[in-house]
């Protein structure tokens, strides 16, 4: 699930220019059981099977360096462009990511913290820590064109990005606006920071309140 996302686009290139690497460490690895088994049934009865504490604490350990453990849980704090560019200065994240049913309680033991990406249920964490890396990695100096591409992005500031046009200038009676072709730098500025106020306060009044 991970090696396609991971391999393409933005993040291939980050890799084939020495920006980043990634290591997909496969915990069933670690297992301590001839049938190298990850989850077992719940103490106490109940549905589905609970990932056991051991090869995650073993695959864990086995990690060198200064790294920071971040176990993907719905129970977690959720993701968001501040904790993105937090987890920005870290020099080696690790993202634990189950599948199905959730982890032996003991496994919280042995990450630094929980981060979820929204109030919804998956069936794993790979999805949502793909998310994740995405949002940290386009922030590296050097993964995009510029730093302006992603310090104007929505949330970057609490606030969403600006309307953006490309041609036709006129498509179904729907115009660009005058402005954007006047060529007046200073007041292209000015709308779009109108714009991104507008936009902000009519689809996302929470973030203007943060």
């Known amino acids: 699930m991970i090696e396609p996302i991971i391999n393409a686009s933005i993040l291939k290139r980050a890799q084939e220019n020495k920006l980043i690497e990634f290591y997909i460490i496969n915990f069933r690895d670690f297992s301590t059981n001839k049938h190298k088994t990850v989850d077992d049934t719940p103490f106490g009865g109940g549905s589905g099977m609970v990932i056991s504490v051991e090869p995650i604490y073993y695959a864990l350990k086995s990690l060198t360096g200064n790294t920071r453990k971040i176990l993907m849980s719905p129970q977690g704090k959720t993701f968001n462009q501040n904790k993105a560019k937090e987890l920005l200065k870290e020099e080696h994240l690790v993202f634990v990511c189950g599948?199905?049913?959730?982890?032996?309680?003991?496994?919280?033991?042995?990450?630094?913290?929980?981060?979820?990406?929204?109030?919804?249920?998956?069936?794993?964490?790979?999805?949502?820590?793909?998310?994740?890396?995405?949002?940290?990695?386009?922030?590296?100096?050097?993964?995009?064109?510029?730093?302006?591409?992603?310090?104007?992005?929505?949330?970057?500031?609490?606030?969403?990005?600006?309307?953006?046009?490309?041609?036709?200038?006129?498509?179904?009676?729907?115009?660009?606006?005058?402005?954007?072709?006047?060529?007046?730098?200073?007041?292209?500025?000015?709308?779009?920071?109108?714009?991104?106020?507008?936009?902000?306060?009519?689809?996302?009044?929470?973030?203007?309140?943060?």
């Open 99 to 210: 599948h199905y049913e959730g982890f032996d309680e003991r496994v919280y033991e042995f990450v630094d913290e929980e981060i979820s990406l929204g109030d919804f249920v998956m069936t794993g964490g790979e999805v949502a820590a793909l998310a994740m890396i995405d949002a940290i990695v386009r922030m590296i100096p050097g993964v995009l064109g510029s730093q302006e591409s992603y310090e104007k992005d929505s949330f970057f500031d609490n606030y969403l990005d600006y309307p953006q046009y490309t041609k036709p200038r006129e498509f179904m009676g729907l115009k660009v606006p005058d402005v954007l072709l006047s060529g007046n730098h200073a007041e292209i500025e000015k709308w779009r920071k109108e714009m991104r106020e507008k936009k902000t306060s009519e689809k996302r009044p929470d973030l203007l309140k943060k």
